[in-house]
């Protein structure tokens, strides 16, 4: 079985100077993960992984860094050679939860990505093993199994409709298959805000489907939406209530719209002004 330690040492790296790093953070909102940053927005990815609460990276050193996508694998992101850390001078943002840092609060390492298996970026799929909750460890210690090596990179599969829930503010970070399929279709949607958690029921019924709606909230946050203009700037939570069938015409989604807002008393309660 090849493993990944055999894989340093083919590149001239000495597992004994690499942590191992899986970057898979619970607390964040689904559709703005590790994966998603590294996959969509690099440059906040390597800033994210950079900022640290605790002392977690060895000063100098390398780290194997992996990211873990929807379907829960460990994919190979990359080496990096940790060069120094010092605690931030100026505020920082963390680019994955919008955390606020005040100077002096948190380390940032100087991190500088490698060369050495850059090929496998994205095709490399490790078993990390039962101590997910260690999300850094010793190389020389952890000598992972290899279980795939892939020809090229993979985006997950679209979930389908109903499982479907991303953010709007977050939806360049969906893989281009999704935005494909979002496109082909249009229904009844619903969005939530993140900072109120009141409600709004739209529909999307132009040739670009559910796609081309959602990048309007994605631009301005409100779409041109009265109410929606009102709220905080909070991004919001985009599920789909309701696909419409091909032979469906614009009034019908209209109707399957209007229906909505009755159920979830959008009108009322949320942000649906009719």
């Known amino acids: 079985m090849l493993r990944f330690n055999t894989l340093l040492a083919e590149a001239g790296i000495d597992p004994a100077d690499v942590q191992l790093v899986r970057h898979q953070d619970a607390r964040s909102p689904r559709g703005m993960s590790p994966y998603a940053l590294w996959r969509g927005r690099r440059d906040d990815f390597e800033r994210y992984q950079s900022l640290q609460t605790r002392d977690v990276f060895s000063t100098p050193g390398l780290i194997a860094a992996f990211v ?13 050679a940790v060069s120094s850390v010092t605690r931030n001078a100026a505020p920082e943002r963390c680019p994955l939860h919008g955390t606020e840092f005040a100077p002096g609060s948190i380390n940032v390492y100087a991190l500088q990505s490698m060369e050495a298996l850059s090929s496998l970026r994205g095709l490399l799929t490790i078993e990390w093993g039962e101590g997910a909750r260690a999300w850094v460890q010793r190389a020389q210690n952890q000598n992972k199994p290899v279980i795939e090596l892939r ?4 985006e997950p599969p679209f979930p389908g409709p109903l499982a ?9 970070l969906l893989p281009l298959s999704w935005a494909t399929t979002l496109s082909a279709i249009g229904g009844v949607y619903l969005l939530v805000s993140d900072a109120t958690g009141k409600q709004y029921v739209g529909s999307a019924t132009g040739e670009e489907g559910f796609w081309s709606r959602w990048q309007a909230y994605a631009r301005d946050g409100h779409g041109g939406n009265y109410l929606l203009r009102t709220q905080a700037a909070a991004p919001f939570w985009i599920s789909i209530l309701e696909t419409a069938p091909s032979s469906a015409t614009r009034a019908d989604v209209i109707a399957a719209e209007q229906r909505w807002k009755d159920k979830l008393g959008s009108r ?3 942000l649906n002004a009719n």
């Open 68 to 80: 873990v996508p929807p379907n829960g694998e460990t994919l190979f992101a990359g080496v990096y």
């Open 151 to 154: 020809r090229r990179f993979e």
């Open 164 to 172: 479907f829930r991303a953010r709007s503010d977050a939806l360049d």
């Open 268 to 270: 009322a309660h949320g």
